[in-house]
């Protein structure tokens, strides 16, 4: 069974730091797989925000965060990472990481229903 775990969530000041992590099982070859990170606000729909495809290293960020999140992978620990710096209360909302199989089209676009699999979230709330 494949399984996103997301964990790193929380409340941050404004400028502050955060990093997420989404912990990926069940996967026969995690760098089959390209791993993106989506948010949803309150009241507003889920929109993608970064990815990766794990076997050349290639990512994908939304205008809004470039230059101020960086997405990562170890895939010996089969783990993707979003370090999130200098956050802004725009920022807050709920982060899923989401998964999907030879997924370059859908990682360049971040479009959220591309993708195959979804964790549950985390929250992460930037105090102003």
């Known amino acids: 069974e494949v399984q996103l775990v997301e964990s790193g969530g929380g409340l941050v000041q404004a400028g502050g730091s955060l990093r997420l992590s989404c912990a990926a099982s069940g996967f026969d070859t995690f760098d089959e797989y390209a791993i993106g990170w989506f948010r949803q606000a309150p009241g507003k729909e889920r929109e993608g925000v970064s990815c990766?495809?794990?076997?050349?290293?290639?990512?994908y960020a939304q205008d809004s965060v470039k230059g101020r999140f960086t997405i990562s992978s170890d895939n010996a620990k089969n783990t993707a990472y979003l370090q999130m710096n200098n956050l802004k209360p725009e920022d807050t909302a709920v982060y899923y990481c989401?998964?999907?199989?030879?997924?370059?089209?859908?990682?360049?676009?971040?479009?959220?229903?591309?993708?195959?699999?979804w964790g549950k979230g985390t929250l992460v709330t930037v105090s102003s």
């Open positions: 989401a998964a999907v199989l030879a997924g370059g089209s859908a990682c360049q676009t971040l479009y959220p229903h591309l993708m195959d699999y």
């Open positions: 990766i495809i794990i076997n050349d290293g290639t990512t």
